[in-house]
C-alpha cells in the first residue's frame, strides 16, 4: 500500500482554504453570481426557437447554464461539507442560505429557458436535435421538454422557486437546525444523536436500551415542532402539485427516479411474498438474546463476538484488497481516496449523523462523510460511500448534463461496493463465531431495505393521503408510523418505534420526496448486476462501468433490458435478488442451530 497509514479527517482547503471564513470560496460565490446574472440576462431575451438554424444559440445557452450548474455543485457541495464536519458552524449556516437564494434565482430563470425551448414546434425541435451537440444530451432535453409541458408557466414556476427559499426550503433547514440542538447525556457525557445511534449496537441490552429510551425521550420532547416541520413540508409540496394539475404524490418521484408504477408495484409485491425468511432470521435472533420478540432496539445488537474491531487504516486496506479482486480502476480509485484525505470519519462529537458521498464536479473529486468506530459494519458503509464516489469516476468520460443519474441507480453502485467487501468478510471469516457475526451484518442490510425502507414507504404514502385534508397531528404519525412498522416488519418485534417519523432525515429532505423507495431498489438491482458479475468469468469491470455510465441517459427499464436482458416490471426479476439474501438467513439458521 502506498500509505502506512491513512487520515481519517478530510482535506476541504484543496478546494477552498479557511473553511466557512474561505475567501477563496467568498470569490467563488462572486463569480458564480456573475454567471448566475449573465445566464439570466440571455435567458430573459430568449423566445421560442423558429428554426433549426437556433441550435447554435440553444447549445450556447446550455453551455452556459452548465458552467454555473458547475459552480452550484462545487459550492454545495463544499458547505455540505462544512455543515457535516461542525453542526455548530453558524457561518456555514448563512452560507447554505446564501447558496439556497442564488440555486432559487437561477433555477427561476432556467425554468423559463427550458420552457421557451419546449414551445418550440415538433418540427424545428427534430431539427435542433439533428445538432452536434445537442444531439449529445438528446434524452436530457427530451426530459426537459416532457417536464416543461407537465409544470406550470416559467413566471408561475418561478414564483414556487422563489416563495419555496423561505418556505419549503427553509423548513428543511429548521429540521437540521432542531436535530443540531439536540444531545443525549449518558454517563457524565454529551453526546451528539450521531454518537447515541452508535451506542445501539452495543452487546449490553441494559446500554442499548437506556440509549433507546434516552432518544425515544428527545423526539418526543421535540416532537411538535417536528409534527409541524413534517406538515409544512408535505403541505408545500401538496399545493404545488395541486396547482400543477397532478393528482398522484408519487408522480414526481417515479419520474425524477426515471422508473414506471409498474418496476415499483412488481419489487413491492416480491418483497412481501418474501417475507418469511427473514422473520425467521428475526425470531432466531430474539431466542438468542432471550427474548420472545425482538425490540427495535435489538436490531443491531451482536450475537456473536466479530473478531476485534478494525482501524481506519486496517478498514482502508481490507477494502483495497477486495475491490483489486473485482477490478484495477475500482481499486487505484479508492486508493486514491484514502491516499487523499477525501473521508471524514473521525468519531468525534459535534459531526451530523449519518453518512453520505458529494461531488466536487469542478475538482474532479468526491468526500465522503460518516464516523467510523471500527466494526465490520462501519468499514461497509466506508465501502458504500466509495461506491458513490465510483460512480462519479466512471461518468467523467459522459457530459456534464449526462450525469445527472437519479438516486435508485446511485444506491445500485454504492451497494455493489458494499457486497464485495461484506461478502469478501464472510469467505476470510476465522472462526464460526465471526463467521455468524457477518453473515448478520449482511442480514441486517436486507430487513433495513425489505422491512424497515418498507417501513417508511407505507408511512409516507399514508401520511401524504391524510395530509391532503389537513394538518397531521404528532400522536397521529405515531399511530400511522406505528401501523407501517408493525405491517412491513409482519408483526415480528416487540418495542417498536413511532417516534422515527422525527427521528429520520430522509422524510425532510427537501430534494425530492419519497427518499426511501431508491434504496430497496439499488439494493436489489445492484444484488442482480453482482449476481451476473459472479457468474461471468472474464473481467466484469468493464462492463460495470458501461453500465454506470448509462445510468443517466435512459429509464431504468431501458437500463435493466439493456445490460441484464431483464424486465424490471415483473416480480420474477426482483426475487433473484431477494434469493440470495434468502440464502443468508438460511446461513444464519444453519450457523446459529
Keep these: 500500500m502506498s500509505a502506512t497509514t491513512y487520515s481519517d479527517v478530510w482535506d476541504l482547503d484543496v478546494f477552498f482554504k479557511g473553511g466557512s471564513e474561505s475567501k477563496e470560496f467568498r470569490e467563488h460565490l462572486e463569480t458564480l453570481k456573475e454567471k448566475k446574472n449573465h445566464f439570466e440576462e440571455n435567458a430573459v431575451a430568449f423566445h421560442p426557437p423558429q428554426s433549426s438554424g437556433d441550435a447554435k444559440l440553444v447549445a450556447r445557452l446550455i453551455e452556459e447554464a452548465k458552467e454555473v450548474i458547475l459552480y452550484l455543485r ?30 432559487a434565482e437561477f433555477q427561476s430563470s432556467f425554468t423559463k429557458f427550458q420552457q421557451q425551448l419546449a414551445d418550440a414546434s415538433e ?13 449529445e444530451i438528446q434524452f436530457v432535453l427530451e426530459e426537459w421538454r416532457q417536464k416543461a409541458k407537465d409544470k406550470l408557466s416559467s413566471e408561475e414556476e418561478g414564483l414556487i422557486q422563489a416563495l ?15 436535530v443540531g440542538a439536540m444531545s443525549i447525556s449518558y454517563e457524565g457525557k454529551t453526546l451528539s444523536v450521531g454518537q447515541a445511534n452508535n451506542l445501539l449496537s452495543s452487546p449490553d441490552e441494559k446500554v ?34 395541486k396547482k400543477r394539475g397532478w393528482e398522484d404524490v ?20 416480491a418483497i412481501s411474498k418474501n417475507k418469511a425468511p427473514f422473520v425467521g432470521y428475526l425470531q432466531r435472533k430474539a431466542k438468542i438474546v432471550g427474548k420472545e420478540k425482538l425490540d427495535w432496539y435489538d436490531q443491531d445488537a451482536p450475537v456473536a463476538e466479530s473478531n476485534d474491531t478494525m482501524s ?28 487523499e484525505s477525501w473521508i471524514e470519519a473521525e468519531d468525534r462529537a459535534g459531526k451530523r449523523p449519518g453518512g453520505f458521498c458529494t461531488s466536487f464536479p469542478q475538482s474532479d473529486q468526491s468526500r465522503i462523510f460518516m464516523t467510523y468506530s471500527g466494526s465490520m459494519s462501519n468499514v461497509s458503509t466506508l465501502a458504500h460511500e466509495l461506491g458513490h464516489a465510483f460512480h462519479s469516476y466512471a461518468l467523467k468520460p459522459m457530459d456534464m448534463l449526462n450525469r445527472n443519474y437519479a438516486m435508485n441507480v446511485a444506491e445500485t453502485a454504492s451497494t455493489f461496493a458494499e457486497m464485495i467487501v461484506a461478502d469478501a468478510a464472510v469467505k476470510e471469516a476465522s472462526t464460526k463465531e465471526e463467521k455468524i457475526a457477518l ?15 418498507h417501513a417508511r414507504f ?25 401501523e407501517a412498522q408493525r405491517e412491513a416488519f409482519a408483526d415480528s418485534l416487540g418495542e417498536i418505534h413511532p417516534r422515527f417519523w422525527a427521528s429520520k432525515l430522509h422524510f425532510y429532505i427537501t430534494d425530492v420526496p419519497f427518499y426511501n423507495f431508491p434504496y430497496t431498489f439499488g439494493y436489489l438491482f445492484s444484488l442482480s448486476i453482482y449476481a451476473k458479475a459472479l457468474e461471468t468469468n472474464e473481467n466484469y469491470e468493464e462492463k460495470y462501468m458501461a453500465l454506470l455510465r448509462d445510468t443517466a441517459i435512459m429509464s431504468v427499464e431501458e437500463l435493466a433490458m439493456k445490460h441484464l436482458g431483464e424486465d424490471i416490471t415483473k416480480e420474477a426479476f426482483w426475487e433473484k435478488g431477494i434469493k440470495l439474501c434468502i440464502q443468508d438467513a438460511e446461513e444464519f439458521l444453519k450457523l446459529t442451530e
Design 250 to 269: 408519487l408522480k414526481e418521484p417515479l419520474e425524477y427516479n426515471r422508473m414506471k408504477q409498474e418496476t415499483l408495484d412488481a419489487m413491492w409485491g
Design 458 to 482: 407505507l408511512f409516507e404514502n399514508r401520511f401524504y393521503e391524510e395530509r391532503k385534508t389537513g394538518m397531521v397531528s404528532a400522536n397521529r404519525l405515531n399511530e400511522l408510523m406505528e
Design 164 to 178: 419555496a427559499v423561505d418556505g419549503y426550503h427553509g423548513w428543511g433547514q429548521m429540521y437540521d437546525t432542531i
Design 208 to 241: 442499548r436500551k437506556e440509549i433507546f429510551d434516552k432518544l425515544e425521550g428527545a423526539w418526543k420532547e421535540n416532537e411538535e415542532l417536528f409534527a409541524r416541520t413534517l406538515n409544512h413540508l408535505a403541505g408545500f409540496r401538496l399545493n404545488v402539485y
Design 312 to 339: 481506519f487504516t486496517e478498514g482502508a486496506q481490507f477494502i483495497l484488497k477486495h475491490f483489486s479482486r473485482f477490478g484495477k480502476e475500482m481499486a487505484q480509485f479508492a486508493e486514491k481516496a484514502f491516499d
Design 123 to 135: 418540427e424545428v425541435w427534430e431539427g435542433l436535435l439533428q445538432h452536434d451537440k445537442l444531439k
Design 74 to 103: 462545487q459550492a454545495g457541495a463544499f458547505i455540505s461539507c462544512l455543515e457535516a464536519q461542525n453542526m455548530h458552524d453558524r457561518k456555514a449556516d448563512a452560507l447554505r442560505g446564501e447558496l439556497t437564494s442564488i440555486s
Design 439 to 453: 453473515v448478520e451484518d449482511k442480514l441486517q442490510r436486507s430487513v433495513a431495505f425489505f422491512m424497515n425502507i
